[in-house]
Every structure is written in C-alpha cells, then in structure tokens.
C-alpha cells in the first residue's frame, strides 16, 4: 500500500518533532517567561494609555499586540484580569520571533525571516509608521519593538496594557468562539485536574493524541500531552483501494465512527479535548465528534509548537483508554457538520451557497493534483479558491501564525473577502480528502459562523467518481 502525502507530511512532521525534543531537553519555565530571547532588548520609548488612544484614531499609526496568540484571542492568562485585546490593535507575537520554528523542513520552505517579512506587510507594518507596541509582562513588547526597530521601524515605543485590561470601562474584543481552541495553559491545568472554564465536565475530561499510525511509528512515544489517548488517523479513515486499485481514504461508516469513539471512552456528553503535533489531525477528529453528538469538544492551540513554547513538556508513557459501552444518544446529532456528495449535488443548484474550496491554487486550477497517489486534477464546477497553504497539500499557511496557531481572525475575513466568499450564505468547505478542510471549519465556528459545514470527501473522491470537473483561473 502507498502512503499518500498527507500521511508522509504527517509522519515526517513527527519524526522532526523527535528530533526537536532530543536537541532541546530544557523546556521548562525560563522559555514560558521569555527569557532568554535570541533578541536582547534594548531600552524603548515608553507609551501611556492617552498616546495609545491617539493612536488608535490615527491611520499612520498601529497598535501592535506582543502577547501570546491565545491571550489575543480571548483567554485571560498571565494574570491578566480579562481575556481579548485592544479594539483596533492587531496582533505581532514575541513568540513568533524567538519561539520554535523549524527553518529547515517546513511545509512551504519558508525561513522564520521569510514569514515575518510577510506578516509585517501583510499587517502594513512600514517604516514611516508609528507603532506601539503592548503586553502585560514587560518583556513581550521589547521583544517586538526591538526587531521592528531592526527592520527599520523608526517610531516604536511599549505599553504596559495591565491599566487598560485592568479597566472594565475600557474596550477589549475576542474571538466569538475563543474557547474552542485552548491554550497549552488550560490544557495543562485539565491534567492536573483542575477545573477549567468553560469545559462542562473537566475532572473527567478525555485528551485524545490524534496522528497517523500506531503508538510507535506515529510519535506518541517520543512525545505526547500528558494522559493523551492515542489515536491513529486510519482508524476513522481506513485506507482501502477505490477503482482500478486506486486509493482512497474517506471516512468511515457513523457506526464504526461510534465504536471508535467508545473505545477511547467517549459518549455525548463527554468533554474531549484534541491534541496533535499537527493541528490539521486534530480539527479533523475534533469535528468528527462534532458530527457524531460529542457537545463539548476542544483543539490545543497551535499543536506542540504552543505547547513547547509555553514551557511545558511532553510525556512519553502509553495511557490506555477506558473503553464504555453506550454512546448515549441517537447519532449523527449533527448530521449539517458534514456534507455528502448527494447533498453538495444538490447545493451546488443554489445561488445562496458558497463551497469554499481549501486547497493551494495549483490544485485549484487545475496544474496539480496535490497527492502523489492522485493523478485527476480540477475543481468542482463553482467552487470558490479560499487558500490553505503555497507548496504542499498538508500547509495550512494562510489559516495559521508562524507557531501553528490560528491567524487574526480579521484577515481570514479579509481573504475570504477577496475572493468573495459571503459567509451570510451556506458556507461548505472542502480540500483534497477533508483535512485542510476540517481546520478552516474549525476556524470559522471560532469566528462565529453559524451555517457552515464540511465536505469530507474531497476533490479526490468526487473526481474519482467521475462528477463534473473543470480548470484554469476563473479569473481570466
């Protein structure tokens, strides 16, 4: 049996993770508290809450967040009395300047310099600007201010935003669904049975390990989240030869989808919290449960890269689950989660219907077909381009920040906008085989979307079927 690419990213994204752990044996509090950062930083001109306000109305200057990815988001950590952000600051993390990243094997090849000098233009992050630059720590925003200062920035200075969080009266914004990805902090505290808000049934809750393979070839052994089950992809995505010995990995039947849950001890109303090196496993098991009935079900933010980054390590023990017998309610719950190929047939009629299509633009036009194991390429006649990644069918580039974790929700927005994807419509998304598919599916629930779902079987199965297909950029 071939392996298809999806798998072989997957693996060697474990195999490097392995590596990572060998080389870095200390992970512990200093990283947590950014210290040790690769850029020293200097003295910077200090800003007060009036020059932050001012600038905030000003169009030649920006409001920069340096805090974690989650405290953006909405989660209040670090002692911070509320979760969320300025309203009209953006986000430029320190970790994405001295956190993890693997220059050498990433998906697109990007360097980390490479990236940044993305995000900096993408953010409109110019030389004439003036930029402040916020945390709570006293650390974070140096951090930034001195590597914008290096890139040529020359009106940067720092606030401390504990006055203005501290003051209810003052404005923050979170993400509509912050909580369904929750930081390494949080995850953390569910190990050491604390109770975490708002996850219904946290003494008890289920962390599943989600990545191809078993515990071995897979990684779990050299490294997992502490009592994290794990959970190999083909259990409900078994391989199996489709037409002429063609291969297929769709999901499996709701029954044996059930029975997979139960023997890793999940019912309806379980609280299931998915981890994976790779955040694209676990959106895609996350959104299975959701399919099924689970109600309370979480992603770790940013997969491993987060969690390394916050400080904690990873265990490397083999936790067995308890199996039960009674999912406890009638399934799918959810059927709308999922859209089968009769009923996106069917919504492709309809001028009230998006179906965003998740892949790179040379799949989408029709010069690749993205796997190794696939040879028909095209798009599904209507299909939307919504992005993913540039060079590689498991890149989720255009969805994530440079430490996996989920991109400002805003220009999500503002790409999808682009391309004119009018979320007031159903909204359907889909890929190759469902995986980038099932992350931006996740991303969009964070972004409040309501009426959106998940075409799980891909271009692969519906080209293999035969169905219409075309090419080329619909642009010209």
């Known amino acids: ?110 360097s980390r310099e490479d990236v940044l000098a993305y995000t900096m233009k993408n953010k409109d992050i110019t030389p004439d600007k003036t930029v402040i630059v916020y945390d709570t720590n006293d650390k974070d925003a140096k951090v930034v201010a001195k590597y914008l200062e290096e890139k040529g920035v020359k009106d940067v200075s720092v606030y401390n935003a504990k006055e203005w969080i501290d003051d209810d009266s003052k404005e923050l914004v979170s993400n509509p669904n912050y909580e369904l990805f929750l930081p390494p902090e949080k995850v953390m505290e569910l190990t050491e049975g604390k109770e975490v808000e708002p996850i219904k049934d946290s003494k008890n809750v289920k962390i599943i390990d989600v990545r191809w393979g078993d515990e071995k070839e897979s990684g779990y052994l050299d490294g997992h989240i502490p009592g994290a089950v794990h959970v190999n992809t083909d259990s409900f995505e078994p391989p199996k030869a489709y037409v002429d010995g063609i291969e297929e990995w769709r999901l499996t039947d709701d029954d044996s989808l059930v029975k997979l849950l139960l023997d890793n001890g999940i019912t309806h109303d379980s609280s299931v919290v998915v981890t994976s090196p790779e955040p694209l496993a676990a959106t895609r098991f996350a959104t299975i449960c959701r399919y099924l009935g689970v109600e309370d079900v979480y992603v770790l933010n940013g997969g491993f890269v987060n969690w390394q980054n916050k400080g904690f390590e990873l265990s490397k023990d083999s936790v067995k689950p308890e199996k039960v017998a009674d999912f406890g309610a009638e399934y799918p719950a959810n059927p709308d989660v999922i859209t089968t190929i009769p009923e996106l047939k069917e919504l492709l009629k309809d001028d009230n219907f998006n179906l965003v299509d998740n892949r790179t633009w040379e799949e989408y036009i029709g010069e690749s077909s993205g796997y190794s194991y696939h040879d028909k390429k095209g798009r599904i006649p209507g299909a939307i381009f919504g992005y993913a990644g540039k060079n590689d069918s498991s890149s989720m580039s255009y969805y994530r920040n440079l430490d996996k974790t989920i991109r400002n929700i805003d220009e999500i927005r503002a790409m999808w906008d682009k391309q004119g994807i009018d979320t007031s419509k159903k909204t359907v998304f889909m890929c190759g085989s469902g995986w980038r598919a099932a992350e931006v599916y996740w991303d969009a629930r964070v972004m409040g979307l309501k009426d959106i779902s998940l075409y799980s079987d891909g271009w692969i199965a519906w080209s293999n079927e035969g169905n219409p297909s075309e090419t080329g950029d619909p642009t010209k």
């Open 1 to 110: 049996m071939k392996m298809n690419t999806k798998r072989i990213s997957l693996l060697l994204a474990v195999l490097m993770l392995a590596t990572l752990l060998a080389s870095c044996a200390n992970t512990g509090g200093d990283k947590a508290n950014n210290s040790g950062n690769k850029t020293e930083a200097k003295d910077v001109k200090v800003a007060e809450t009036k020059d932050v306000e001012a600038a905030l109305e000003d169009d030649n200057s920006l409001v920069l967040d340096a805090r974690s990815n989650d405290q953006f988001n909405g989660w209040a950590l670090d002692g911070d009395k509320r979760g969320g952000h300025i309203e009209g600051a953006t986000d430029f993390s320190a970790y994405w300047i001295m956190g993890e990243y693997d220059e050498k094997d990433n998906l697109e090849g990007d």
